[in-house]
């Protein structure tokens, strides 16, 4: 098998070539982390809401098979026409064939992470449909013909400046406006026009329940309800892991999601669909896309959990330094990262590498997914399929020979050392040895612990 | 009780010092320790590459230095930490899950093991920062973390509030990561040193003199970082510190 290239280094070296900008987004992603820390110390009994929440989801996903066709039952009483797709090929298929009944040529789409997944908009543009993103920071990015970095917030990359530009050029906006509310107004006006064109309207799904067969969609715009609602179709779209068992069950996550999210106390619309409006209809596709092998693999089972709050890319240092970009792949950040090997493991064999393994991503995590021992374990899989850098490969062969013969470590280190103290120069050079290009090694000492503590015993004993 | 001292392969090859330091600090807590010759490295480079396999002859070498030792003591969380999570042995199961149990960080083994409470004779007289690693914060569990509703401690912390005349310095971001990572460093080296370079402007932002801790993989990365700036600031292993005055 071929090696997979290491792009997110490579990327991540691009960003960081700004350094200002990268402490913007830092400092930026931080805030947001500052503010969900708050929202969670705000509430006593966080760590238990995380533990239950933990546990509804590992129930739902043991029961998996159960719990979707109890949704499938129930949603249909009620009205919803229910479809099952395999992969995203299916799913995009399934979403045509709707558009085509319809005659649908417009349509308006909230923020939704599957669909980004499934590369649904590039397929139905391709079929000469207009796929509007209603979700203000998907449009700015759909404007920019650029994927989100973000999956909470999709244009967090962007400064007001950048946006006030596109603005201009697409909307009509005055030169070198970047007075947010003035921005925000424009696309208002923009996408209200749209709203009332389109023929069909998309959602995502934040959680299903099968009891009741309806489903949830959270945004903080309301756009998702204006698309469904104005629109004579109305299509949600969402992954099979994103049911769970009962309506009861749903305050333990709404009350998870936004302050894990953003830091707010619940997201500003969490609207319930049960069933379609007199005269309009209503679809729900399940989609599959590798969830299956997922759910298989007891290793990886666990990030199925997933509420996608985007809390670990907020907290993580290499998310914040590196772009959502960086990741090349729909879902960035540390639960990216465990999420895109399984969709193609040498496409995205960097990706579990993309980490310090700081642990930090787990703790936020409102379901508690082991994300940094899932990384490690990617880490272990793709060393065992052949699929990580030659270099790592042969460097890692060779300490295995050091390590392993306690002499050939003696003779290496002193070799190591003496190397370093005649050749300073040679150990901080950035073409040998890249820690050097912005870091000094440490200046070698004359003596080992193990031959200083030798000689003590020498003396001593002797 | 017969403690072995574990000195990693990095920490014995570039900073003799710090074993040296630690093994003075536990013999002044009247503590016997051993220092088993053919030890060589924990393994974790390998197994943090997606080699896990190949540190299977690490895995035996340590076995076989420390069978003799009631509990091993290292001055290094992310050592110890792979150790406990992932010391392996085919051959001798048992052995190596008794090892498992029984490894400790330096600042582990001294607040829970020993219960230090005091440090007589340790002076320090300098504005110190902590920098937390997160194997051995998030890792071993030893000071509770920003993300957690949970109380507030620290073991490193404690410790070095026992030295005399030794200031702490507050950090804006008490556990960020340094970006060191093991081969990290190296394959995300842009990465890696600006992680690096921030972690090291937050503690002189605070005015420290010295950046301290219990992991000398996480100091090499902030001194390597110190050191291109020509800075005047010094990195010191958090054993060195409570030794200093002795
Ligand atoms: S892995 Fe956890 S923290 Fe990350 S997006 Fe999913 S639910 Fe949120």
């Known amino acids: 098998m071929n090696t997979a290239s290491p792009k997110h280094a490579k990327n991540a070296e691009a960003f960081l070539r700004d350094e200002e900008n990268t402490d913007w987004h830092n400092e930026t992603l931080w805030f947001v982390r500052s503010k969900r820390d708050r929202a969670a110390q705000s509430l006593p009994e966080w760590e238990e809401l995380r533990e239950q929440a933990s546990q509804i989801k590992a129930h739902a996903l043991s029961k998996l098979d159960d719990y979707l066709i109890q949704l499938e039952e129930n949603a249909r009483k009620n009205g919803i026409i229910v479809h099952w797709a395999a992969n995203a090929d299916e799913h995009n298929q399934i979403v045509l064939d709707i558009m085509r009944k319809h005659k649908a040529t417009k349509i308006v789409k909230s923020k939704s992470m599957l669909t980004e997944e499934c590369h649904l908009n590039p397929f139905l543009i391709k079929q000469g449909i207009e796929v509007i993103d209603t979700d203000l920071g998907e449009r700015i990015i759909q404007l920019r013909n650029e994927p989100p970095s973000h999956i909470v917030m999709p244009a967090i990359h962007l400064k007001k400046k950048h946006i006030g530009d596109l603005f201009h050029l697409h909307l009509g906006t005055d030169a070198g406006a970047d007075d947010p509310q003035y921005l925000t107004e424009a696309a208002r006006i923009h996408l209200r026009q749209k709203f009332l064109l389109a023929d069909l309207a998309i959602t995502g799904v934040n959680f299903a329940i099968a009891e009741t067969g309806g489903f949830v969609v959270c945004t903080n715009e309301g756009n998702a309800d204006l698309g469904a609602h104005l629109a004579k179709v109305h299509i949600a779209c969402m992954g099979i892991e994103k049911v769970i068992p009962k309506a009861e069950h749903l305050g333990v996550f709404l009350r998870l999601l936004a302050r894990s999210a953003t830091g707010q106390a619940v997201t500003t619309y969490s609207s319930h669909f049960r069933k379609p409006a007199p005269g309009q209809e209503m679809h729900l596709v399940l989609v599959d896309n590798g969830r299956t092998r997922q759910l298989a693999s007891p290793d990886f089972r666990n990030s199925l959990k997933c509420i996608r709050c985007g809390a670990c890319m907020n907290t993580c240092p290499v998310y914040r330094r590196s772009g959502g970009h960086s990741y090349h792949t729909a879902v960035a950040g540390p639960i990216g990262s465990i999420l895109a090997p399984n969709i193609d493991m040498k496409e995205y064999a960097d990706l579990p590498f993309a980490s310090t393994l700081c642990g930090s991503c787990t703790n936020v995590c409102p379901v508690k997914i082991d994300i940094h021992q899932q990384l490690y374990k990617w880490r272990q899989v793709l060393g065992e399929a052949g699929v990580v850098e030659p270099a790592k490969k042969v460097g890692m062969s060779g300490m295995d020979v050091l390590f392993s013969r306690p002499w050939l470590y003696r003779f290496a280190g002193r070799a190591g050392r003496w190397l370093m103290q005649t050749f300073p120069t040679l150990a901080n050079k950035a073409s040998l040895n890249p820690w050097a290009i912005h870091r000094d090694m440490p200046k070698p000492p004359e003596q080992s612990f193990r031959d200083w503590y030798a000689q003590q015993n020498k003396k001593t004993n002797g | ?246």
């Open chain 2, 1 to 246: 009780m017969n403690v072995g001292l574990f000195i990693p392969c990095y920490v014995d090859q570039f900073y003799p010092n710090v074993g040296i330091a630690t093994l003075r600090l536990l013999e002044s807590l009247d503590v016997k320790v051993i220092f088993p010759m053919e030890q060589t490295c924990c393994g974790q480079p390998m197994a943090n590459s997606g080699f896990q396999r190949l540190s299977a002859g690490c895995d035996k070498n340590f076995i076989q230095n420390f069978a003799d030792c009631d509990v091993v003591v290292g001055p290094s969380g992310s050592c110890v930490l792979h150790l406990k999570e992932h010391l392996h042995s085919s051959e001798q199961p048992e052995e190596a899950a008794r090892l498992r149990g029984n490894v400790y960080e330096l600042c582990e083994f001294l607040t829970d093991v020993l219960k230090v409470d005091a440090l007589p004779k340790a002076r320090f007289p300098h504005r110190v920062g902590l920098h937390t690693s997160c194997h051995g914060q998030r890792g071993l569990g030893l000071s509770s973390m920003s993300e957690l509703v949970a109380p507030k401690f620290s073991k490193p912390e404690h410790l070095l509030r026992l030295v005399d005349g030794l200031d702490l310095v507050p950090l804006t971001h008490p556990d960020e990561c340094c970006g060191f990572g093991g081969t990290f460093c190296v394959f995300e080296e842009a990465l890696s040193s600006k992680m690096g370079k921030d972690r090291v402007n937050d503690h002189l932002r605070h005015g420290a003199e010295v950046i301290t801790g219990g992991d000398m993989s996480c100091l090499m990365q902030l001194e390597g970082v110190l050191r291109r700036q020509k800075s005047s600031v010094r990195v010191m292993h958090i054993a060195e510190i409570l030794t200093s005055g002795n």
